[in-house]
């Protein structure tokens, strides 16, 4: 995994996260899948991976996730307990990104705010994953017990109320999550609608907000530099993360499981791994899964974490993970079942193989310390669990991961 250095600079005209509102213009590289035209609520400078169908057959709904219960150990929605994630000729299908990956190469939604590397990683699984592990890194009790919600303001909020514009980390590739729609070039998808409510609820309007795409590696960064006020970025709460940054709420339960092409002898997240070359994303928990137990699988890229890394097989962004799988450099991907189901709805040559194998709850991010941004997005959520998560959930995530009877009951904290 390259270290994305600390020095690199920021695009020219993005503001930092305490910037003026008028700094809330953005300039948008159109590519393959994107739009060349500007857009007022995203602060990028955006390379959209080719990987992003820009058919009508990308809303198709075509869904190839895992329909299930709900995982063991947590409640559902409305009770709330308080408590101290190959060939060229499988490209088929794809009417020409075979010429199109050629032309783009492997690219990653590069953040506009080029970042120093993140180095929160953690344990990890989808609402519903039924028969998950507990992710072993998550040591501590309870990482996903948060602050109690309040409707109150404080500094953070203050300057937020002073700026006019919350500044959210999001995603800009990962399908029914957090992608730009090619027809419109503006950001879609469940973490969207979630970072907009609560613009809306600070500042009284959903579009009061600017969205600036960061990679998985630099979610933690883009918060302790203050870049972003919020990452909402299918950002998994866990043991070591929670010593990085403040976690709301869970809001999505998740599990790693593998993603591979539907002829592949690959059957899950076991020993039919061996000798096998499988993608992750860098920083996130499927790295670190694969760390911890890779059943003889290539996952570490040589000369990794120095500048000769090529990011083979640990990219920045993990839909290049799908190109890679397509263009036959590697057998298999590593990842939260949550984005491997929308992959699986763009590829109908792939599919999720064996069960998810572990455990895993998405949480919105903010610096540490301050507390009454997390109070406040957790007041959010409260509202939010009500109606409206359903209603993001309906419209983006139901095709492709059926069978989701709500969102997960909050945890707080006894103090």
């Not at 057998?331 to 040559?349: E, M, R, S």
């Not at 419209?395 to 707080?412: C, Q, R, V």
Request: glycine share 12%.
């Amino acid at each position: 995994m390259r270290n994305l250095g600390e020095g690199a600079a920021r695009t020219p005209g993005a503001p930092a996260a305490g910037g003026p509102a008028a700094d809330a213009t953005a300039t948008a590289t159109a590519t393959a899948g994107t739009s060349g035209a500007r857009h007022a609520d995203t602060d990028t400078t955006a390379t959209a991976s080719c990987a992003l169908r820009t058919t009508a057959a990308a809303d198709d709904g075509a869904g190839h996730g895992p329909a299930g219960a709900r995982g063991p150990g947590r409640r559902a929605h409305g009770g709330v307990r308080t408590v101290g994630r190959r060939a060229a000729g499988r490209l088929r299908g794809w009417g020409g990104v075979a010429a199109m990956a050629a032309a783009c190469g492997l690219t990653a939604a590069l953040t506009l705010v080029p970042l120093s590397r993140g180095t929160g990683l953690g344990s990890s699984a989808v609402s519903g994953a039924s028969g998950a592990l507990t992710a072993r890194a998550d040591t501590c009790k309870d990482p996903e017990a948060s602050l109690r919600p309040s409707p109150a303001g404080g500094p953070s909020i203050d300057a937020i109320k002073a700026r006019g514009k919350l500044v959210v980390g999001v995603d800009q590739n990962s399908y029914r999550w957090g992608y730009r729609n090619p027809a419109t070039g503006t950001l879609e998808g469940f973490d969207i609608d979630l970072a907009r409510a609560i613009a809306a609820d600070i500042l009284g309007s959903r579009d009061a907000v600017i969205f600036r795409a960061i990679p998985t590696n630099q979610r933690i960064a883009a918060l302790e530099s203050e870049k972003v006020d919020l990452v909402v970025r299918t950002m998994t709460i866990n043991c070591k993360r929670i010593r990085q940054v403040a976690f709301s709420t869970a809001y999505f339960q998740a599990g790693q499981q593998v993603l591979a092409p539907k002829d592949s002898p690959v059957t899950g997240y076991n020993a039919t791994l061996s000798g096998k070359r499988v993608c992750s994303a860098e920083g996130s928990t499927a790295y670190e899964a694969l760390a911890r137990k890779s059943y003889g699988a290539t996952f570490r890229d040589e000369n990794d974490g120095t500048a000769d890394d090529k990011d083979r097989y640990t990219v920045p962004n993990q839909l290049d993970c799908l190109v890679r799988l397509q263009m036959g450099e590697v057998d298999a991907i590593v990842t939260d079942n949550a984005l491997a189901a929308g992959q699986a709805a763009q590829d109908p040559a792939v599919e999720l193989k064996g069960r998810p194998f572990t455990t895993e709850y998405y949480g919105v991010a903010a610096k540490l310390g301050k507390d009454d941004l997390v109070r406040r997005v957790n007041q959010v959520l409260v509202e939010y669990r009500k109606g409206a998560w359903t209603q993001a959930y309906e419209k983006w995530l139901s095709a492709d991961l059926p069978g989701i009877a709500g969102p997960p009951a909050p945890e707080y904290r006894a103090s």
